[in-house]
């Protein structure tokens, strides 16, 4: 099987450096409370040698004070090789709650299948997350207005997201009396996705700036089952992944 493998010391100097974006806004908590779920994906961050990738695992199970276990990572079909007291970063969502915290790695097996075991974190930084969360993105979005006689779609950029709607900004001027249809191409957990949801114009205004671009508040009115949970899934994703994104 081919590794990936990287220095230990320089991911535990990274490690050792590096504050949970999450700590700024959240409060010091324990594990147990956050209240994690056999299975969940976690995101795993190994320091420098991991560059800007992320990895994830899954978690197999824990003990309070004592340890948890995780899936071994990979990047790209290929196993990472952590080695013992290699420190990590480890940032996970669970319920309402958005948490990180660091470890350092206990033991590493093969038996029964790839596991690591990670040490109980002491302090756990974890926040509350909103129904209607919003984060901010940089994302593309067209939108097909039901304006008689328009006809093509409208480019804008979404600069929030939430799971009930979406703040976007385009040059063209809106009516507010007519629905659109919005669609975006998402990113989740590495797979593109394309997301489609009626919605309606809320609030606008003009930045005052000159440039004419207008701001649009959108409120999403008709998602099918499907579009809201991959919705809920992205939005918690950024998250998890990008703490400071939340607006």
Same mark, same amino acid.
């Given at each position: 099987?081919?590794?990936?493998?990287?220095?230990?010391?320089?991911?535990?100097?990274s490690?050792?450096n %590096?504050?949970? @974006? $999450?700590a700024a806004? +959240?409060d010091?908590s324990?594990? #147990?409370d956050m *209240?994690?779920?056999?299975?969940?994906s976690?995101?795993l961050?190994?320091g420098m040698?991991?560059?800007?990738?992320k990895?994830?695992?899954?978690?197999?199970?824990?003990?309070?004070d004592?340890?948890?276990?995780?899936?071994t990572?990979t990047?790209?079909?290929c196993?990472l090789?952590?080695?013992?007291?290699?420190?990590?970063l480890?940032?996970g969502?669970?319920g309402?709650?958005?948490?990180?915290f660091?470890?350092?790695?206990?033991r590493?097996?093969?038996l029964?299948?790839?596991?690591?075991?990670?040490?109980?974190p002491?302090?756990?930084?974890?926040?509350p997350v909103?129904r209607? %969360?919003?984060? @901010? $993105?940089?994302?593309? +979005?067209?939108?097909?207005?039901e #304006?008689?006689? *328009?006809?093509g779609?409208?480019?804008?950029?979404?600069?929030?997201?939430s799971?009930?709607g979406?703040?976007?900004?385009?040059?063209?001027?809106?009516?507010?009396e007519?629905?659109l249809?919005?669609?975006?191409?998402?990113?989740l957990?590495?797979?593109?996705?394309?997301?489609e949801?009626d919605?309606m114009i809320?609030?606008h205004h003009?930045?005052?700036n000159?440039?004419g671009?207008?701001?649009?508040?959108?409120k999403?009115?008709a998602l099918?089952a499907?579009?809201?949970?991959?919705?809920?899934?992205?939005?918690?994703?950024?998250i998890?992944d990008?703490?400071d994104?939340?607006?």
């Open positions: 099987m081919n590794t990936v493998t990287a220095s230990s010391d320089i991911a535990e100097k490690a050792r %590096q504050t949970p @974006r $999450t806004h +959240a010091r324990d594990l #147990v *209240r994690p779920s056999i299975g969940d976690l995101q961050d190994w040698p991991l560059k800007s990738q990895t994830y695992v899954k978690l197999v199970g824990y003990l309070k004592r340890s948890i276990i995780v899936t990572p990047i790209g079909g196993r090789e952590l080695v013992e007291n290699d420190n990590v480890v940032r969502f669970s309402t709650n958005a948490y990180a660091r470890a350092s790695v206990l590493v097996s093969r029964p299948f790839d596991h690591v075991y990670l040490s109980f002491d302090n756990v930084f974890g926040r909103r209607s %969360q919003r984060v @901010r $993105t940089e994302l593309e +979005a067209e939108l097909h207005s #304006v008689p006689g *328009r006809t779609p409208i480019r804008a950029q979404i600069e929030n997201l799971a009930l979406a703040l976007v900004c385009t040059e063209h001027l809106l009516d507010p007519f629905p249809r919005f669609s975006a191409v998402l990113m957990h590495g797979n593109s996705i394309t997301l949801a919605s809320v609030s003009v930045e005052a000159g440039s671009i207008h701001s649009y508040g959108l999403f009115t099918d499907s579009d809201a949970m991959l919705l809920k899934a992205y939005v918690y994703q950024q998890v990008y703490p994104s939340v607006c």
